[in-house]
């Protein structure tokens, strides 16, 4: 490829950059339209140079590496602002600008009405700027040459989600909410981004290189005990980027902030990004099968786990979180285990799906908020995500009904939509290599065809179970339009990579290290699809066929069990008595003594030491020439006895 070519990846990087930086200089003036159609196009630039360089890459498949500049040097280290063009890192830029657009288009239409009912429209510009560096930070991530540019973005997007999550801080429980997930967010991954600077410490102690090239092309002769050390340190950063068990806690809070934002966070960008950092990694993995075997039980165990949290959620929006949480997991189980092509090729299709599940949720939300206001209880207390308010919306909202029922229908695996195939090759390369985590990711696709198919039941089907409900409208085209699209691709995704054809495989082998080919197994493929229709079926019967209660339909069935579904494991509870708690102690203990009893006293003797001082000095300078003179003469007198002194 030819440098002007490679150079297209900075100018994706920037597009992003330049949108925050006309919507803050000039963004006031343009009013909301002329706002989210700047930033919308720099997303949207970055889309069109990612499917140029897709283009080039076609002709020159080893595609190439841009070094923009020197960052620094440090003794033998030297660490450049240089991107990696590869099939890899364009098919990652290309899912991010391009489901990030059309994030940014839906956007336009749900913050104009959001913002009026939070009673800021001062937001808005706010609102698109932070969406632009979300997206910046991302395409610097995954198009990053070495470990520590990755890591420049790995940061950013903690910050943007921080930023994005707390968007509405005065918001939530108590008017802290919203500030009190945005923070958690951002602890919890500081854990996991401690984990990935230790392996980034190793690499330079080790390889004397972050470049990818020059660390894997010495891994092979690395020790194993240093390869274990480096992996399952990325691993926890992994754990908490993707929400993998144990950090997974921070994914749900997140749906705080606006729903295009749950969408960005959970469909294209921070979420995928430990997915991504194993992907590119395997020449670190392959060598030690223990690392291998550690990601992929993660993986396994969080796809379950997280899959029985969803069936007690009753947010429309937690329920999609919980769901994330799960399919993250058959993803890192997949990279995990070897299996990077399958593990890529889900992110890409999860990511049209569940873009389309959180942006249609969105508009569900949206046309329950309107319900509200047009049938006279404006100010009355009602939450627009509880799914126990909704019912019958598929008459009053269709266009959304079809795009949700495809959304869910490709999440639950259900063929031929897109998440039949990617979840297909996952199951496969598990039942081969980890007999056991297949049957965790089975158990777990059953139970996401069941909790989907509760969802659809409890707001779509039935009648309507509120006055809200009752009068719910469509979406704006502005809404509705990019769910059409992502409906599209989330229905035809799985062309990707068919099999017999396996175009997305022949695609990253000239990114990836030990791609294997691939091959459909009848056996899995009709077992996942029963095991999807079982699921639909089942919570058709528990759902479907009684009018929904308080109470739901497995809460007797089930009974401890259930409560545990709907309390989420106590997961949070075990952090606070564990955790929170003893550390929350250990700081009031340490706040008298040390605190307000050492720290304090030395800044308060500091500060009156120096007024006693000033004092004592001030008094030299009381303005009379004769204490002046007295002064002077003093100091002459001494002067000359000292010199008589030293003779």
Known sequence: MSDTQLAWVVWAVLLPLGGIVVNLVVGRRLGEKGIGAVASLAAGGSFVLSGLLALALLQHPEGGIYRLATWFNLGSLTVDWSFRVDTLSVTMMLVVSGVGTLIH???????????????DPQRFRRFFIYLNLFVAAMLLLVSANNFLVLFVGWEGVGLCSYLLIGFWFEKGEGGLGNARAAKKAFIVNRVGDFGLLIAIFLMIGAFGTLDFDGVFAQAAQAAPALLVAITLFMLLGVTGKSAQLPLFVWLPDAMAGPTPVSALIHAATMVTAGVYLVARSQALFLPVPQAQAAVTWVGGLTALFAATIALGQYDIKKVLAYSTISQLGFMVAAVGMGAAVAGIFHLVTHAFFKALLFLAAGSVILGLEHGHEHAGEGHDPFDPQDMRQMGGLRKRMPLTFAVYLVGALALAGVAPLAGFFSKDEILVAASERFPVVFGLLLA?????AFYMGRQLILVFFGEPRSKAAHHAGESRPLVTMPLVVLAVFSALGGALNLPGLHSLEHWLEHSLVGVKEGHFVWAVALGSLAVALLGLGLAWLVYG?????EQDALARPLGPLYRAFERKWWVDEFYRLVLL???????QVLAGPVDLGLINSLGDGLGQGSQLSANWLRKLQNGLVRSYALVVMVGVVAMFAYLLWVR
């Open 444 to 448: 777990a696709a059953f139970l996401t």
């Open 581 to 587: 708690r003893p550390l929350g102690w250990l700081a």
């Open 545 to 549: 066929r009684r009018a929904p209660t």
């Open 105 to 119: 288009i839906y956007s336009i239409g749900y913050m104009h009405a959001d913002v009026r009912h939070n009673g």
